[in-house]
C-alpha cells in the first residue's frame, strides 16, 4: 500500500474538521459552556486522541468554531449587503437569510447566541477581536441598510431588535425540533410588517 499523498491527507484533515465542528455545536447546544472534548470526539465518533490533536481544550474548539459560524454566517448574507434595491428591503433580505443560516447550521446560531449573552460564559478576553469583526462585517451592515431607509433616530436599537428576534425565535426552532416551530418566512414577515407599519 502506497503512503498517501498530501492532498489526501488534506481531504482526510479537512473531513475530519467538518465532523469536529458540527459535533461541537451539537455537544454545546447539549450541554453549554460545560461540554468537554471528550464529548466531542464521542459525538463525532473519533477517538479523543484525535480531536485533541487538533484542539488541546475546549476553549479553543470554541473559539475556532464561532470563527467559523462568523464567516458561515458573513457568507449568508453577503447578496443582501451587496445587493441592489432598497435598503429596508435588504434589511428584511439579510434577516431571512441570517435566519435561516441560524436553523440551517447551530453554529451561527451559537455564534449569534454568544454575542447576545455579551460572552458571558467564555473565559477572559479572548474574543474581543470576534467581536469587532462581527459588528464590523455584520452588525454595522445592517445598521447602515436601517439608517438609509428609516427616520429612525437610534437604527441600532433597531438592528438589536432584529438580532434579538432572530434569536429568540431560532432558539425555539432548535430546542423544539419536531414539534410546530416558526416558520422562517413568517417570522421575517411578522417581524418587518411591524416595523414597517411603525415608519409610516
Known amino acids: 500500500m502506497s503512503p498517501r499523498t498530501k492532498e489526501q491527507n488534506e481531504a482526510i484533515r479537512e473531513m475530519r474538521m467538518r465532523q469536529i465542528m458540527q459535533a461541537a455545536a451539537d455537544v454545546y447546544l447539549e450541554k453549554g459552556i460545560h461540554m468537554e472534548v471528550r464529548d466531542v470526539a464521542v459525538k463525532a465518533e473519533l477517538g479523543y ?8 481544550n475546549k476553549h479553543m474548539l470554541l473559539e475556532d468554531l464561532l470563527w467559523s459560524a462568523l464567516s458561515l ?30 436553523i440551517q447550521d447551530p453554529s451561527v446560531f451559537i455564534l449569534l447566541k454568544t454575542i447576545a449573552d455579551n460572552f458571558h460564559q467564555m473565559p477572559g478576553n479572548r474574543f474581543q477581536k470576534l467581536m469587532a469583526v462581527f459588528q464590523e462585517r455584520l452588525y454595522l451592515p445592517l445598521v447602515e441598510m436601517i439608517r438609509q431607509e428609516t427616520a429612525e433616530q ?41 416595523i414597517r407599519k411603525r415608519e409610516s
Open 49 to 56: 486522541g484525535t480531536v485533541y490533536h487538533y484542539y488541546k
Open 73 to 102: 454566517a458573513e457568507s449568508a448574507v453577503l447578496p443582501a449587503i451587496e445587493g441592489n434595491g432598497n435598503d429596508m428591503g435588504r434589511a428584511e433580505l439579510y434577516s431571512r437569510l441570517l435566519f435561516l443560516k441560524c
Open 154 to 194: 437610534a437604527p441600532e436599537k433597531l438592528a438589536n431588535l432584529i438580532f434579538g428576534s432572530i434569536v429568540g425565535c431560532a432558539t425555539l426552532h432548535i430546542h423544539h425540533r419536531g414539534q410546530s416551530g416558526p416558520d422562517s418566512l413568517d417570522v421575517i414577515d411578522i417581524l418587518f410588517s411591524g
